[in-house]
């Protein structure tokens, strides 16, 4: 192998070569999170007769200039593109890859970029598409903790500190409750001028939206249990090119390195081999068309098709208790702990199923339809899925949260969407579903005013009742046992 370090319009760029005489066909992977980072990432490509190129985005770490996030990708891209399809060891073939962050920087160049900079295949894992859909969940809720985190970490900065959320909540464990959130800056102790102005952004939706339009083969990759599962699913789905392929496991966002609590032993997948495997296919064009995939069904140990979906079926919820409940923004519920207060006012109303007669394989999206009311002009509706195996333990399957604005007192009607699930309940399981009025810290607070919860400096308490009589839980119900596939058959044909 041959490796050398370069500037590519001033970016810092590192590169390596494979063992021979090429031309090769490229991988571009550009990142915020340090190039260097990516050394054994690249040398699995090198080995495998792909020139590798690594590049730190502008403004982070050995790349000058101001950082911005999202705002110059698409231009950087195009040169560095242009600039590898110039070198004597390129054959012009190139694949943009990379996950989270660095996905945005490869879709982009196959989305908005000029066609001579477009790559001729997008592997695009974990896609954090833009500015807004980080921000926000689809209904326009604000991803508090996660979003925090980020900044925190890496926002306005040339370097990272992973740990610099963790570090300021251990100090002040009461830290996102602070009012008004945009503040969090002066908190955290370090300017961060970008804060404020990502919860401005409205412009979510736009690189979905131009998928349709799209050239290059794709490649996601997800996992059910990260932040981005539906922008994963929705960019498959949208994508126009001559092939899109889906791979969702049972992961979180460091997707094979973070499995979760569903995952066994046929869900870890060697995705390095899979992805040069893929990246041949694309480049020869021997990739059939059309939308395929797998996806892993949790707690299973299988695979299956892509478009595998089930039926949806109504499930009827007994009342436990809390269909008249106060959703108070000084006790909200909260994200991350599952215990149910025993004592006190109801802050949720908590319903459950019956034990399911036989194991339910459930792949699909999940929604609950209520009627309720809100005495206050603005709340948020948040719907959590738990599931209560036989063995007494307790796991959170889905989560949703919606806004609505009606007149104070007035019952309405409206569905909230969980998200998508692909596991397998074992026989005997219940299913706790609660709603509330909160889901804190991943979300931020309502503050019941009708006040923008990022700016708000008063938060009030909500009444609301829930019609028990009126809730219906969705799922999505195989109505069979699933035939399994081979998740490198279905990426590979």
Not at 377 to 387: E, G, I
């Amino acid at each position: 192998m041959t490796a050398f370090s370069t500037a590519v319009g001033e970016l810092a760029t590192d590169v390596l070569l494979p063992a021979g005489d090429g031309p090769f066909p490229a991988v571009l992977l550009r990142t915020p999170y340090d190039r260097t980072r990516h050394e054994a990432e690249a040398r699995g490509w090198a080995r495998r007769g792909f020139a590798a190129v690594v590049q730190d985005v502008r403004g982070r770490f050995a790349s000058p200039g101001e950082w911005h996030p999202y705002a110059h990708e698409t231009a950087d891209g195009t040169a560095a593109v242009r600039w590898i399809r110039r070198q004597p060891w390129s054959d012009g073939r190139l694949v943009a890859a990379g996950a989270s962050y660095a996905a945005h920087c490869a879709l982009v160049l196959a989305l908005d970029a000029p066609g001579d900079a477009r790559p001729d295949a997008v592997i695009a894992a974990v896609p954090a598409l833009g500015l807004a859909e980080t921000a926000r969940e689809a209904s326009g809720v604000e991803r508090l903790l996660s979003r925090a985190g980020w900044w925190a970490a890496h926002g306005d900065r040339r370097d990272s500190d992973e740990s610099a959320l963790n570090k300021a909540l251990a100090e002040d464990p009461g830290l996102l409750a602070h009012l008004p959130l945009t503040a969090l800056p002066e908190r955290l102790g370090r300017a961060l001028p970008s804060w404020a102005g990502l919860w401005r952004r409205p412009d979510r939706g736009h690189l979905v939206a131009r998928a349709a339009h799209a050239g290059p083969p794709l490649l996601a990759v997800g996992g059910h249990h990260d932040h981005f599962t539906e922008e994963t699913v929705a960019l498959w789905r949208a994508w126009g090119g001559s092939s899109a392929r889906l791979l969702l496991g049972p992961w979180g966002h460091p997707l094979t390195s973070a499995p979760g609590p569903d995952a066994g032993p046929a869900h870890r997948l060697n995705l390095g081999e899979l992805y040069v495997r893929w990246a041949r296919r694309a480049l020869t064009g021997d990739l059939a068309p059309g939308h395929h995939g797998a996806l892993a069904l949790g707690g299973a140990g299988l695979w299956l098709p892509a478009n595998v979906e089930g039926e949806p079926r109504a499930h009827r919820t007994r009342l436990l208790h809390g269909s008249a409940f106060t959703a108070d923004p000084a006790r909200p519920v909260r994200s991350d702990d599952l215990t149910v207060p025993a004592d006190g006012p109801p802050d949720r109303c908590l319903l459950v199923t019956p034990p399911s007669p036989r194991p339910l394989d459930l792949v699909g999206p999940v929604s609950v339809r209520l009627r309720a009311t809100a005495h206050t002009p603005s709340a948020d509706w948040a719907a959590r899925l738990v599931a209560l195996p036989t063995d007494g333990t307790a796991e959170r399957l889905a989560v949703g949260i919606v806004r609505r604005a009606e007149p104070a007192g007035r019952e309405a009607a409206f569905t909230v969407g969980l998200g998508r699930l692909a596991r397998r309940l074992r026989a005997g399981t219940r299913l706790r579903l609660e709603i509330a009025g909160h889901h804190f810290p991943a979300h931020a607070r309502n503050p019941h005013t009708g006040d923008d919860p990022m700016t708000a400096a008063q938060l009030l308490a909500s009444r609301r009742e829930v019609d028990p009589e009126s809730v219906v839980l969705n799922l999505p119900v195989l109505p069979s046992r699933p035939a399994p596939t081979d998740p490198a058959e279905e990426i590979l044909r």
